[in-house]
């Protein structure tokens, strides 16, 4: 794909990932969560931890943040709403210019913190709603009403303008109702996304995977044509050209352009990563980000670099992410079943497109 034909947001983003530039950052500032998601990947969310972060420190990350330019600024937890002063903390982010997505279960959500939302000219809140009817989505968080709160939240968020959008994570209890969730984004009059990926607890431990879609709820998901645009995007070719060509053949954003900060000040290349990169209470983030070994060792690995995967086919179709690799294989540059299978689900359904528009598929490489 030539440059001119790669829109001018993909090719900033590749210009961000060329210089390493931490474009996207997504800070938890909070591991406590009101609610019992049975596939949460953050152990012991029940409470604030004892060594969470406190105000001033959580200012200074967004100080520093600013310096090393970061745009994106993602606000995630546990449930950050939980924190006191967490509408202290967007405000302070918008002094600094962040572009600031809040990631919410929106069950904490009322008139007048919409109308802070607002106030602060947050981009996006991105409410979780997993399941289109309260039996399913209350079975998954393990609390009684988290749907009609939630819910309700959206709306509230819409009548004091704030732009939101449904964020459903898919697994086989849910899978049935995945269309329900597109019209109830369409009732509600919010775009939503679509998410397959179930991740393993931050302790290593990896019951949660038990929950991920069937192969056949996958290769349905992919294959599905009535999916709006950019709610699934595993098949589409042209995307994964301008993919590589934003990514440079990197397995993913992970330490390139992107990264977590945890509750306690570690930097983690992304939330479910299992090593921190470093700690924000005993070095800068410049020094992390610049140095720290595990970065460097990121950012010296391709999707290519494994040798199991140098010559595969598929490999323009293959998602593999380096936080699963290390969690389910000890090394972030391995090949893992899920990833594999995966992407011959994706070649599958490519494949029978193709033949139903009585064309050939044509290669996989980029």
């Not at 607890?201 to 645009?229: C, H, I, K, M, Y």
Request: charged share 25%.
């Amino acid at each position: 794909m030539t440059d001119r034909a790669v829109p001018l947001l993909f090719r900033a983003d590749r210009e961000v990932v060329a210089r390493t530039i931490p474009h996207d950052v997504i800070f938890e500032v909070t591991q406590a969560c009101n609610l019992d998601c049975r596939m949460c990947y953050v152990v012991g969310h029940r409470e604030a931890h004892r060594d969470e972060l406190n105000t001033e420190e959580a200012k200074g990350i967004l100080d520093q943040l600013a310096e090393a330019g970061t745009l994106r600024l993602t606000f995630s937890g546990g449930e950050p709403f939980m924190r006191s002063d967490f509408l202290d903390l967007v405000e302070h982010a918008r002094r600094r210019a962040f572009s600031i997505e809040v990631f919410t279960n929106g069950t904490l959500i009322g008139p007048e913190s919409a109308r802070r939302l607002r106030e602060l000219a947050v981009w996006q809140v991105s409410v979780s709603i997993l399941g289109a009817s309260a039996a399913t989505h209350d079975g998954i968080t393990g609390r009684n009403g988290s749907f009609a709160r939630a819910v309700h939240a959206i709306r509230t968020l819409r009548e004091h303008g704030v732009k939101t959008r449904i964020k459903t994570l898919l697994m086989q209890a849910n899978f049935p109702e995945y269309r329900s969730v597109v019209d109830l984004a369409s009732e509600l009059g919010v775009p939503y996304s679509l998410d397959p990926t179930v991740s393993s607890r931050n302790d290593g431990n990896t019951d949660t995977l038990l929950l991920a879609l069937s192969d056949d709820q996958f290769r349905e998901l992919v294959a599905d044509p009535t999916l709006g645009p950019g709610s699934l995007s595993f098949d589409n070719v042209q995307l994964h050209d301008a993919r590589e060509g934003r990514l440079g053949g990197y397995l993913c954003r992970a330490g390139i352009s992107f990264c977590s900060i945890s509750w306690n000040g570690d930097v983690l290349p992304c939330m479910q990563y299992p090593q921190p990169a470093g700690n924000l209470r005993r070095e800068t983030f410049a020094a992390i980000w610049s140095a720290a070994p595990l970065l460097l060792e990121l950012r010296n690995a391709r999707r290519s670099s494994a040798p199991e995967c140098r010559e595969c086919e598929l490999l323009p179709l293959c998602f593999r992410c380096p936080a699963t690799a290390a969690i389910e294989k000890g090394n972030h540059l391995a090949a893992y079943d899920t990833a594999c299978r995966r992407a011959r689900l994706m070649d599958e359904v490519r494949r029978s497109r193709a033949a139903a528009a009585g064309r050939e598929p044509g290669p996989t490489a980029s």
